[in-house]
């Protein structure tokens, strides 16, 4: 079952990219972006953002979530599980390994051991170029735009997460995000927004710990963000879990949904197999008090670097680096200092307005 009410994803758009699958093909399975390239990250946006459907944005506005099956192609899935598994084992590894694998927890200062949000967590940039290419897939940035109705977001979050069958409960109540996200708790104004989302890397089935995600239609009405509670338990609310919907989707897929929706994590039933997704998530740039993307311990990191290095200067600009034409670039000792700092990275278009 899919919960936004269209099944399997899209029907072909006519670009004519010859995909061949087992479905029909996704309206966005089209060209990849690939950083440093002919195409900038901004042309890349605007690529994907014509393919976005009105129908999907409505879906968001209305129910404060929207279920994209199979943006990302069978290529592209291809790579995102070779990268995957540069950091966490395959089902088959971790059942051959359990004793080793049962307490592999990742690098995250966000890991929680014995919470239901734990598994094997690292948090964005990751020491793999593809993982976070995907983590600012030119359609995820080109739809948060969208709905945030401007083209300067900044990057919120960033989580690779793998639970694994056995190996936790995962169980969640039904609650919405912002705890770690703001210091206060998200208004309804789009003015200030920070748009979370949650890309499934591995099929998921209704075993397999679904994300459960319930309409705003239910929620906004009752003012259930305003009760002081950010948990609502089954105990406390069991309508509220009679109208959430499971998201039952195969990778590739994303939920795109809004820190004033309530969803929760589910417990994996099945006896074997595990779950890959990637949490991400970008805001409005006018709101201190949103999404700080805790960079203190990465910046430095090998991980920064070579995020910062691969990526194209319209993504660097998502983390919060100085974009192409700042005048933070006008000083030319600065612009050749941070050439220093960062070889790898081609300084010609910030080098453009040093005067
Ligand atoms: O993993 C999921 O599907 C959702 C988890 C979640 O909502 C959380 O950890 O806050
Ligand atoms: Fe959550």
Same mark, same amino acid.
């Given at each position: 079952?899919?919960?936004?009410?269209?099944?399997?994803?899209?029907?072909?758009?006519?670009?004519?990219?010859?995909?061949?699958? *087992?479905?029909?093909?996704?309206?966005?399975?089209?060209?990849?972006?690939?950083? *440093?390239?002919?195409?900038?990250?901004?042309?890349?946006?605007?690529?994907f953002a014509?393919? =976005?459907?009105?129908?999907?944005?409505?879906?968001?506005?209305?129910?404060?979530?929207?279920?994209?099956?199979?943006? !990302?192609?069978?290529?592209?899935?291809e790579?995102?599980?070779?990268?995957?598994?540069?950091?966490?084992?395959?089902?088959?590894?971790?059942?051959?390994?359990?004793v080793?694998?049962?307490?592999l927890?990742?690098?995250?200062?966000?890991?929680?051991?014995?919470?239901?949000a734990?598994?094997?967590?690292?948090?964005?940039?990751?020491?793999?170029?593809?993982?976070?290419?995907?983590? =600012?897939?030119?359609?995820?940035?080109?739809?948060?735009e969208?709905?945030?109705?401007?083209?300067? !977001? !900044?990057?919120?979050?960033?989580?690779?997460?793998?639970?694994?069958?056995?190996?936790?409960?995962?169980?969640?109540?039904?609650?919405?995000?912002?705890?770690n996200?703001?210091?206060?708790?998200?208004?309804?104004?789009?003015?200030? =927004?920070?748009?979370?989302?949650?890309?499934?890397?591995t099929?998921?089935?209704?075993?397999?710990?679904?994300?459960?995600?319930?309409?705003?239609?239910?929620?906004?009405?009752?003012?259930?963000?305003?009760?002081g509670? %950010?948990?609502?338990?089954?105990?406390?609310?069991?309508?509220?879990?009679?109208?959430?919907?499971p998201?039952?989707?195969?990778?590739?897929?994303? =939920?795109?949904?809004?820190m004033?929706?309530?969803? %929760?994590?589910s417990?994996?039933?099945?006896?074997?197999?595990?779950?890959?997704?990637?949490?991400?998530?970008?805001?409005?740039?006018?709101?201190?008090?949103?999404?700080?993307m805790?960079?203190?311990?990465r910046?430095?990191?090998?991980?920064?670097?070579r995020?910062?290095?691969?990526?194209?200067?319209?993504?660097?600009?998502l983390?919060?680096?100085?974009?192409?034409?700042?005048?933070?670039?006008?000083?030319?000792?600065?612009?050749?200092?941070?050439?220093?700092?960062?070889?790898?990275?081609?300084?010609?278009?910030?080098?453009?307005?040093?005067?």
């Amino acid at each position: 079952m899919t919960v936004n009410g269209h099944q399997n994803g899209h029907a072909a758009n006519g670009a004519g990219n010859g995909v061949v699958s *087992n479905g029909d093909p996704s309206r966005y399975w089209v060209k990849p972006f690939v950083p *440093n390239g002919a195409e900038s990250f901004e042309d890349a946006k605007a690529r994907f953002a014509k393919l =976005i459907r009105d129908e999907d944005v409505a879906h968001w506005e209305e129910h404060g979530y929207v279920i994209i099956e199979r943006f !990302l192609s069978p290529q592209e899935l291809e790579k995102a599980d070779a990268a995957w598994q540069t950091h966490m084992p395959t089902w088959d590894e971790y059942i051959s390994k359990e004793v080793a694998y049962k307490s592999l927890a990742g690098t995250s200062g966000r890991h929680v051991p014995g919470s239901t949000a734990a598994g094997v967590r690292y948090d964005f940039p990751y020491a793999n170029d593809t993982l976070n290419q995907l983590a =600012i897939h030119p359609f995820l940035v080109a739809f948060a735009e969208r709905l945030a109705g401007r083209d300067d !977001l !900044l990057m919120s979050l960033g989580h690779l997460i793998g639970k694994y069958a056995g190996n936790g409960n995962f169980e969640q109540s039904l609650h919405s995000d912002y705890s770690n996200n703001t210091l206060v708790i998200p208004s309804k104004d789009s003015t200030w =927004i920070d748009i979370p989302m949650i890309t499934y890397l591995t099929d998921v089935t209704l075993d397999l710990g679904p994300t459960y995600v319930v309409s705003h239609q239910h929620t906004e009405p009752r003012k259930l963000m305003y009760d002081g509670f %950010r948990h609502h338990t089954r105990e406390d609310f069991p309508e509220l879990y009679e109208v959430e919907k499971p998201a039952v989707v195969p990778a590739g897929s994303v =939920i795109i949904y809004s820190m004033r929706t309530f969803h %929760r994590g589910s417990a994996i039933t099945a006896k074997e197999g595990c779950r890959i997704v990637q949490f991400t998530g970008f805001h409005t740039p006018n709101a201190p008090w949103m999404a700080p993307m805790d960079h203190q311990h990465r910046m430095g990191s090998a991980e920064m670097n070579r995020f910062l290095c691969y990526a194209d200067a319209g993504q660097r600009q998502l983390i919060g680096f100085p974009p192409v034409g700042h005048a933070y670039w006008n000083d030319p000792d600065v612009v050749e200092a941070v050439g220093k700092r960062y070889p790898q990275i081609d300084m010609a278009p910030y080098r453009r307005n040093a005067k």
